[in-house]
């Protein structure tokens, strides 16, 4: 059975945006590259399902069912609220990415299309978002606070809005105004790529120098 090209969309996004990811992480610090480890092992495996989606029972021969892609989900969850209550900020992060994986698995499992495949995947991104905060790395945070609060969204509500201000005013932008970041937040929520956002941020930043 074969995905629909929405779904398969979907998928090649995520992929994507998990290469240019790990390859960002590698240029932060001796703990960043420990964490890009994890998203390329989590990214391999991920191209794994991917290249097997088109063959169903090939693909989920002698792997765990549905039910436990979400529960395995909830507890790398769990260990990462743990990990970062306890400031063990990678074990938080590599939890995290694995949550993702999880995700990234059912969402293959159950079809979801694009919009749904983003909407569950930037969903962690509020906890690695948080787990950066708590590091200092306001730059970093602000980046996957956008992301968690644009991509897969019908639309960026007061409640997203307000969140990403936080988020701006500890990251320091004084070159790029709040309200230009919102205008931007506004026009291109939905299906914006991790790597579109990463890009945008990078550029406000680059005016600071």
Do not use: P
């Amino acid at each position: 059975m074969s995905m629909d090209g929405e779904h398969a969309r979907g998928v090649a996004i995520l992929l994507a945006a998990a290469t240019v990811f790990s390859g960002w992480l590698v240029f932060n610090g001796q703990r960043r590259r420990r964490r890009a480890a994890e998203y390329e092992r989590s990214a391999l495996l991920n191209n794994q399902w991917a290249d097997k989606a088109s063959d169903e029972e090939a693909q989920f021969a002698g792997v765990v069912t549905i039910d436990d892609y979400l529960g395995r989900a909830a507890e790398a969850h769990t260990k990462a609220r743990i990990a970062w209550r306890d400031k063990h900020y990678d074990e938080a992060w590599g939890n995290l990415i694995t949550q993702k994986q999880l995700y990234l698995q059912h969402a293959i499992r159950e079809k979801f299309s694009a919009h749904e495949l983003l909407a569950l995947d930037a969903s962690v991104d509020v906890h690695m978002a948080n787990v950066l905060r708590m590091e200092g790395r306001h730059r970093q945070a602000f980046l996957h606070i956008m992301y968690a609060m644009m991509a897969g969204r019908t639309s960026f509500d007061i409640g997203a809005a307000e969140r990403v201000a936080v988020y701006y005013r500890r990251a320091k932008l004084t070159k790029t105004s709040l309200s230009d970041v919102l205008d931007y937040a506004r026009a291109h929520c939905g299906r914006v790529e991790f790597t579109e956002i990463r890009e945008q941020t990078a550029w406000w930043f680059s005016k600071e120098e």
